[in-house]
């Protein structure tokens, strides 16, 4: 089983919608969790932490579960320009390094 | 620049031949972590350096990858006798914090095939 796993999508939704991608991690451990943004055939990028109270930044909010070891994120109102690959991330083992998921893909549609 | 700096960006291998992919954190910054990442995967983790010390190599996948970096700043992956399943793009990252507690900012990677 993956440290970090997460929907593997595609999701493909019109602009304006509304999408939510889910991740759960095996660690308990964990300290800290981001949600990382990857365009095609670019670097990771961070989007944003995720912080026991939720939090949000925007049209994306962002939740975490410690007792179930389950992240969210939500994105309101899609843009065109949100269309890339969502990472979750943890940190996690000896070297609590970030763990990433597999990623899931969305294409907001015109 | 600012940002986290790879080079070369892309290099054409033949199966056997050693490559050395170079990473520029930015400066100041206390950790390093190398990333392997193929096509349609998330990246994968091959080692953390804090400063010069490598804490921690377990995600290198054989004694054919070696990690160096020296004085705490710039950091070289080696990759001896490369192999077609070593082609993914190299990722690196720093970060001002230790460990993964902080923001990591990646370079734009190394496109390694092997041909």
């Known amino acids: 089983r993956k440290e970090v796993e997460q929907d593997p999508g595609p999701f493909n939704v019109p602009e304006g919608a509304t999408v939510a991608f889910n991740c759960t991690y095996s660690?308990?451990?964990?300290?800290?969790f981001f949600w990382y943004r990857q365009d095609c055939r670019k670097e990771p990028k961070l989007l944003m932490s995720?912080?026991?109270s939720g939090n949000e930044d925007g049209r994306f909010t962002a939740q975490l579960n410690r007792a179930s070891q389950y992240i969210s994120l939500l994105i309101r109102d899609s843009k065109l320009s949100d269309s890339a690959t969502y990472l979750c991330v943890v940190n996690t083992g000896s070297a609590r390094q970030l763990t990433f998921g597999s990623g899931t893909q969305l294409t907001v549609l015109p | 620049g600012a940002g986290v700096s790879q080079s070369p960006r892309y290099k054409v291998a033949k199966r056997g031949q050693d490559v050395a992919l170079r990473c520029d954190p930015i400066s100041g910054h206390v950790s390093l972590f190398w990333y392997q990442q193929a096509l349609g995967q998330g990246p994968e983790f091959l080692t953390y350096?804090?400063?010069?010390?490598?804490?921690?190599k377990s995600g290198l996948p054989s004694d054919r990858f070696f990690a160096e970096r020296p004085e705490g700043s710039v950091s070289t992956l080696k990759i001896q006798r490369t192999q077609q399943e070593d082609s993914a793009v190299y990722l690196c990252?720093?970060?001002?914090?230790?460990?993964?507690?902080?923001?990591?900012?990646f370079g734009q990677g190394t496109r390694l095939t092997v041909v």
């Open positions: 990252a720093s970060s001002l914090g230790l460990q993964g507690n902080t923001e990591a900012f």
């Open positions: 995720v912080y026991s």
């Open positions: 350096f804090q400063n010069e010390a490598q804490l921690d």
């Open positions: 660690n308990s451990a964990s300290q800290s």
